[in-house]
Nanobody
């Protein structure tokens, strides 16, 4: 992977759902990780979900377990973050990121390629 680009943010009421998409590009093989980070105002960027690509192993932050689902369409080189039962505290800029090693890490520094971010706003 040499680049990623996300889309799909927006405004939703609490309890609603949104699905974010992330397209990977560049020279790709199956040995990479796609992660979804988010950053709320005044807070650090945090990993909320990630998946390895070839033989999917997933990670979820405790705050989103049971509500968010990460998936990928290998043929389209596209990953998805389905966000259900959204809460106002999920409001943040969401970033897709990738690392060219097939091991999930949770640090920002562990990811080499980043999208531009997409705003998700959950109203109460």
């Amino acid at each position: 992977v040499q680049a990623v680009a996300e889309s799909g943010g927006g405004l939703v009421q609490a309890g609603g759902s949104l699905t974010l998409s992330c397209v990977a590009s560049g020279r790709t093989n199956s040995a990479f990780v796609m992660g979804w980070f988010r950053q709320a105002p005044g807070k650090e960027r945090e990993l909320v979900a990630a998946t390895t690509w070839s033989n999917p192993t997933t990670y979820y932050a405790d705050s989103v377990k049971g509500r968010f689902i990460i998936s990928r369409d290998a043929a389209k080189l596209t990953g998805y973050l389905q966000m259900n039962n959204l809460k106002p505290e999920d409001t943040a800029v969401y970033y897709c990121a990738a690392r060219n090693r097939e091991m999930i890490v949770t640090t920002v520094a562990g990811y080499y390629y980043w999208g531009q971010g997409t705003q998700v706003t959950v109203s109460s």
